[in-house]
Structure formats: C-alpha cells, structure tokens
C-alpha cells in the first residue's frame, strides 16, 4: 500500500513545524488574536504552545485548520 496521501495537506508536517511557521508569519500576538488560547497569550513559547497542542485535541485542529489556510496553494484548475 503506497504511504502517499495526496489530499492530505499536513501529511509528513510536524506539528512543531506548524507552529514554527505560524509563528513565523503571524508572531505569538497574531497567533493568539486568530486562536484565542493561553499557551499563544501568556509567556509563549514552542515548547509549551506543543505541550498544550499535543494534549488538546480540539486545538490542535484549530492550529491545523489555520496553518491549512494560511499555507495552502489554490488548485489552478480549482478542484478540491
């Protein structure tokens, strides 16, 4: 069985590259405005933005859900 999945966009990205890269683009201030959560608001920090992430299910979708957003290439040919 093939380990390719094309219409995953977050397949082979860590969850620590994810949010460097949000991180990068938005800063710790932008990232709490979008995701209004404390590991981005209160003394951030990448070790504990993914010790909270890894624990938290329902925000870890949310950094997905942005990262997916503000990361992705639109199809030229405008499939999904």
């Not at 995953?8 to 938005?26: C, F, K, Q, R, S």
């Amino acid at each position: 069985m093939p380990d390719s999945q094309p219409n995953n966009p977050l397949h082979g990205v860590t969850l620590a590259t994810i949010v460097e890269e949000l991180e990068a683009h938005y800063g710790w201030d932008g990232l709490a405005e979008r995701i209004d959560i404390n590991c981005f608001k209160s003394d951030p920090s990448l070790k504990s933005s993914l010790k909270f992430l890894r624990r938290t299910p329902w925000a870890r979708s949310k950094v997905e859900a942005l990262y997916i957003a503000t990361f992705s290439k639109p199809n030229p040919w405008g499939e999904r």
